[in-house]
């Protein structure tokens, strides 16, 4: 069965940079895309990023241009999201989420939360 | 980008009840719209894809609806594991985005 299992917990401070993983099993990684979401109290559910795995081409929001950059490793199965120059808004549980072949999102990491204080 | 607006932000409901939560894209998205609920301290577990298909092993009582702007998802008799936030979600177009949530809560 699909199963997406990301990294544990941090704390960062303010302007540090950050970067989750996301292990993909269960089906063929390069097969399918692979998104980012973030979820905070104020802001709700946002989505950050997408890569394509096969060839690694990437789309970011707009929101976070400049800051944000996903990356895959095909030997692992694993997508990586680093978000740099953070500060206290960016305090958040992020997930990777599985884009199905109906272009839906049909599976999600467990979430990683981020905590940016000093 | 599209915003989506669900109504309504909260409601309280009994075992049994239906219920109905109502979504609107700002611009027409055709049926590309998603469905997730949402349990305290858990991910998103996705529902519904193209405004109205069930993903696997989600239950018959779920159903959704709609195409354009305006989509409503629906739970046929509440049942005790229902309670919990639910979001669409819409997928026409960049940035992909979310409505705000509506959390259905014990009556």
């Known amino acids: 069965q699909v199963q997406l299992v990301q990294s544990g917990a941090e704390v960062q401070k303010p302007g540090a940079s950050v970067r989750v993983s996301c292990k993909a099993s269960g089906y063929t990684f390069t097969s399918f895309f692979m998104h980012w979401v973030r979820q905070t109290p104020g802001q709700g559910l946002e989505w950050m990023a997408v890569i394509n795995p096969s060839g690694g081409t990437t789309r970011y929001a707009q929101k976070f241009q400049g800051r944000v950059t996903m990356t895959r490793d095909t030997s692992t199965s694993t997508v990586y999201m680093e978000l740099s120059s953070l500060r206290s808004e960016d305090t958040a549980v992020y997930y990777c989420?599985?884009?199905?072949?109906?272009?839906?999102?049909?599976?999600w990491g467990q979430g990683t939360l981020v905590i940016v204080s000093s | 980008d599209i915003q989506m607006t669900q109504s309504p932000s909260s409601l309280s409901a009994s075992v049994g009840d239906r219920v109905t939560i109502t979504c609107r894209a700002s611009q027409g998205i055709s049926n590309y719209l998603a469905w997730f609920q949402q349990k305290p301290g858990k991910a998103p577990k996705s529902l519904i894809y193209?405004?109205?298909s069930l993903q696997s092993g989600v239950p018959s009582r779920f159903s959704g609806s709609g195409s354009g702007t305006d989509f409503t998802l629906t739970i046929s008799s509440l049942q005790p594991e229902d309670f919990a936030t639910y979001y669409c979600q819409q997928y026409n177009s960049y940035p992909l985005t979310f409505g705000g949530g509506t959390k259905v809560e014990i009556k």
């Open positions: 193209g405004a109205s």
């Open positions: 989420a599985r884009e199905g072949h109906t272009s839906s999102f049909d599976s």
